[in-house]
T-cell receptor, first 114, second 114 residues
Framework: GAGVSQSPRYKVAKRGQDVALRCDPI?????LFWYQQALGQGPEFLTYFQNEAQLDKSGLPSDRFFAERPEGSVSTLKIQRTQQEDSAVYLCASNLGVTGNTIYFGEGSWLTVV | GDSVTQMEGPVTLSEEAFLTINCTYTATGYPSLFWYVQYPGEGLQLLLK?????DKGSNKGFEATYRKETTSFHLEKGSVQVSDSAVYFC?????????????FGPGTSLSVIP
């Protein structure tokens, strides 16, 4: 597609529910990033993929958070047993994988845990 | 660790006023520096960047100069418009990684009134 596409755009989950957020990067983009943006704050790095390999997951806040990109294209961020503090916008971004290349962000998935 | 600090908002200016948003960074190496903008209801977009000391990034009338001696990357615009109302994020690309891991500041909200 023309840009990074994320779905769902909005998700309300009850505390304890599992959620899955999908990211469709720009076609041909090798690198894929997930960020978490709490209300009124800057995005915080969660994890990075190069093709299907998850090379950095240092930002995942707990073992309830899991990300995958099995075929090196679409990625899914899964949050198990959601808590209220998980409420945030989850941003996906991609680029060609060449250092210094512009990173393109999706519009984000807004998660509210009630 | 590497971090970015920027002036707190919200900032409210009249149309055609001069804009400065201060940004300073802490990094152990030589990062690339960025300004991203988030318009209401839209995703993050790269506004401008600079990759080495004394470089000036510019776009849409905005400018920022990479000042290594003061570890700063202040954003300026000579005459703001209502359409510039958005949240502005200063960011750096972590030089310790071989990929474009971006670390963001907390953001500064700008409102321009007619």
């Amino acid at each position: 597609g023309a840009g990074v596409s994320q779905s769902p755009r909005y998700k309300v989950a009850k505390r304890g529910q599992d959620v899955a957020l999908r990211c469709d990067p720009i076609s041909g983009h090798v690198s894929l990033f997930w960020y978490q943006q709490a209300l009124g704050q800057g995005p915080e790095f969660l994890t990075y993929f190069q093709n299907e390999a998850q090379l950095d997951k240092s930002g995942l806040p707990s073992d309830r958070f899991f990300a995958e990109r099995p075929e090196g294209s679409v990625s899914t961020l899964k949050i198990q047993r959601t808590q209220q503090e998980d409420s945030a916008v989850y941003l996906c971004a991609s680029n060609l994988g060449v250092t210094g290349n512009t990173i393109y962000f999706g519009e984000g998935s807004w998660l509210t845990v009630v | 660790g590497d971090s970015v600090t920027q002036m707190e908002g919200p900032v409210t200016l009249s149309e055609e006023a001069f804009l400065t948003i201060n940004c300073t960074y802490t990094a152990t190496g030589y990062p690339s520096l960025f300004w991203y903008v988030q318009y209401p209801g839209e995703g993050l977009q790269l506004l401008l960047k600079a990759t080495k000391a004394d470089d000036k990034g510019s776009n849409k009338g905005f400018e920022a100069t990479y000042r290594k001696e003061t570890t700063s990357f202040h954003l300026e615009k000579g005459s703001v418009q209502v359409s510039d109302s958005a949240v502005y994020f200063c960011a750096l690309s972590d030089p310790k990684t071989s990929y474009d891991k971006v670390i963001f500041g907390p953001g500064t909200s700008l409102s321009v009134i007619p």
